[in-house]
């Protein structure tokens, strides 16, 4: 099966020493990257990419890409003051993706892409990520795309980017499949990132191309995506190495890279295509054994949206930009709920499992990039908690391995991830109509808190799900980490949710509820705690969520998330990067940065 990008006219490449050195390109135009982020959509399908070209023969696919110089953001504009109809007229902008390098739209693409490997070809076994330019694989996140765009977006859009490599982990750790970074040229900065993130890296040997992560030297930021850590954490470089390579702007190319352990081998260009073919298939055969099923289409979730409202099938956002409060309500099941893997199967992507993750994957994603404003996320559930409570032991059972199961479980355990490092706080809000049970029970105590009403008819249920099948990015359950000094406290919540629906005063006792407050004071408990949260600091309350969200043992995934929450964030508002004569902000021109040199 063959996805063939549908590319404009190819743009002439610039050579990868411009990018590195900053020679000025008269082809570029800036452009307002958070006014063009409101209108992204983050559903996509192989038949529309631009930048990605997906192959699947058998057990190995090929991803290519072949990134369009002109074809990132869907909607370029940029909005004057007045945009609302008293003003300027918004003006159409442009950056130019050279050298492969990848905005936000090409990552869209890379996530679709692998999602859909594992639910449509759950019989790959081996995918080859590569480059359709002889010379360059990737010059990683355009530069020009992060300068010019706003603060917060340049950290949602590392972290999307954090994700989904990520996600590429993931999938070689859960679903046997395993990816082999084809580096067919110079490989730098996002590039050598995303190469990182595979399970080998092979360059070519042709004098010239290198891996580097030239962000240091050249723009005054940090690798944004996992870079530093993986270098030293997964590749096991040594400290002293790594220190000399990621201060060296050019770069570490041919039998250094390997001797250094950047690379897992160099290969001359004539033999490269047929020693790539010989590791996929030996990847391929060494990938674990895992049930693999025939595989499912993902359908377009096409939700409804308006100004202060998104509607999809089983989840609705709703916003107030006023209050800067938004209410995220997923629903229950409201059909039979299927009794085995073959009754899900047969439901397909539009089974309540996949496709309610689904919807809250795309509503946190809108979240994050639509609505900046935002501050606070009332979380809601509703429906019939037997339903819901029927999905998690069907997807944590016993024939929870059958591929399509496992990947509905890993689905959500990836969804979940996404709320937990999204910057928003996050209240739970526990009533008569809640359904806090099964996969929706995460929801509960993945809040910064929760506030239950005390009356009759009023639930939770945690199920076999809640005993480790989600694990949060620490690698414990959510449960555990709300716990963490306290062991036994994890498994009375699990024992009595085994014995049926915990009510309001239990779910108290038990530590599950942060406030507990009658039909009197409920509604005035609620209203306080919302008016004093959206009186703080957005920027103190980011970094607090983030320290506390993850207690417990340090992962790469953490230490990952947390050097963007603090260090990145930190640096990239820093005059050194992007105060006007700091490195981010003079990239590609010819005056050079000068820096406040003092160390805080």
Not at 417 to 445: H, I, M, N, W, Y
Not at 574 to 585: D, I, M, V
Request: with cysteine; hydrophobic share 40%.
């Amino acid at each position: 099966m063959h996805y063939n990008a549908d590319n404009r006219r190819a743009q002439q490449e610039c050579a990868l020493y411009c990018l590195h050195r900053g020679a000025r390109c008269a082809t570029l135009w800036r452009v307002d990257t958070s006014a063009a982020a409101s209108q992204v959509s983050f559903e996509t399908h192989p038949s529309r990419y631009r930048h990605w070209t997906l192959t699947v023969e058998g057990e190995i696919a090929r991803l290519t890409m072949k990134v369009q110089p002109f074809g990132g953001q869907d909607a370029e504009v940029e909005l004057g003051a007045g945009s609302a109809g008293d003003g300027p007229e918004p003006q159409a902008k442009a950056y130019q993706l050279k050298s492969n390098s990848y905005d936000l739209s090409v990552d869209i693409e890379l996530a679709d892409a692998v999602q859909r490997l594992r639910f449509t070809h759950p019989s790959v076994k081996a995918v080859v990520i590569t480059s359709g330019h002889d010379r360059i694989f990737c010059a990683g996140a355009n530069i020009y795309m992060l300068a010019s765009a706003s603060h917060p977006f340049k950290v949602n859009f590392c972290k999307y980017t954090n994700e989904t490599r990520l996600t590429l982990e993931e999938a070689s750790a859960e679903s046997g499949i395993r990816f082999l970074a084809a580096c067919n040229g110079a490989t730098a900065g996002g590039g050598y990132e995303l190469a990182l993130a595979c399970d080998e890296i092979v360059l070519v040997d042709d004098g010239s191309s290198t891996v580097s992560l030239p962000e240091v030297p050249l723009l005054g930021v940090l690798p944004g995506t996992g870079g530093l850590t993986r270098v030293v954490d997964k590749r096991k470089v040594r400290r002293d190495l790594a220190d000399a390579f990621s201060t060296l702007a050019e770069g570490v190319k041919g039998k250094r890279a390997v001797e250094w352990g950047l690379v897992d081998a160099v290969v001359p260009r004539s033999k490269f295509a047929e020693t790539i073919l010989q590791r996929a298939k030996a990847l391929a055969a060494a990938a674990a054994q895992v049930a693999r099923g025939p595989g499912i289409e993902l359908d377009p979730l096409e939700p409804r949206v308006s100004k202060d409202r998104i509607e999809y099938r089983h989840v609705t956002l709703a916003l107030d930009t006023g209050t800067r409060v938004a209410t995220l309500t997923v629903r229950a099941p409201d059909g039979e709920v299927p009794k085995d893997a073959a009754g899900a199967l047969a439901r397909g992507a539009a089974g309540w499992g996949v496709r309610a993750a689904r919807e809250l994957d795309d509503a946190l994603l809108r979240l994050r990039f639509h609505h900046e404003g935002i501050g606070l996320v009332l979380l809601r559930t509703e429906g019939d908690r037997a339903k819901a409570h029927a999905v998690g032991e069907l997807l944590a059972g016993p024939e929870g391995n059958e591929w399509v199961l496992r990947e509905t479980r890993l689905l959500w355990q990836r969804v979940l991830r996404r709320l937990d490092v999204t910057a928003r706080s996050q209240f739970a809000v526990v009533d008569e109509k809640s359904c806090f049970a099964g996969p929706l029970f995460e929801l509960l105590v993945a809040a910064d808190r929760s506030y239950v009403l005390d009356a009759d008819g009023v639930e939770v249920r945690p199920g076999a799900l809640s005993e480790g099948a989600l694990p949060g990015w620490n690698g414990l359950s959510r449960l555990e980490t709300r716990f963490l000094g306290d062991p036994a406290r994890v498994k009375a919540v699990i024992a009595a949710g085994r014995e049926g629906p915990i009510d309001a005063e239990r779910a108290r006792q038990l530590g599950l509820a942060t406030v507990l407050a009658d039909d009197i004071d409920f509604e005035e408990e609620l209203r306080v705690a919302i008016e004093e949260r959206a009186s703080l600091s957005p920027d103190a309350l980011t970094g607090m969520e983030a320290s506390y969200r993850f207690p417990g043992p340090e992962t790469m995934a953490t230490k990952i998330f947390g050097r963007l929450s603090a260090w990145q964030n930190w640096i990239f508002i820093r005059p050194n990067a992007t105060g006007e004569t700091g490195a981010l902000s003079l990239y590609g021109k010819p005056e050079r940065p000068r820096f406040d040199w003092r160390r805080t």
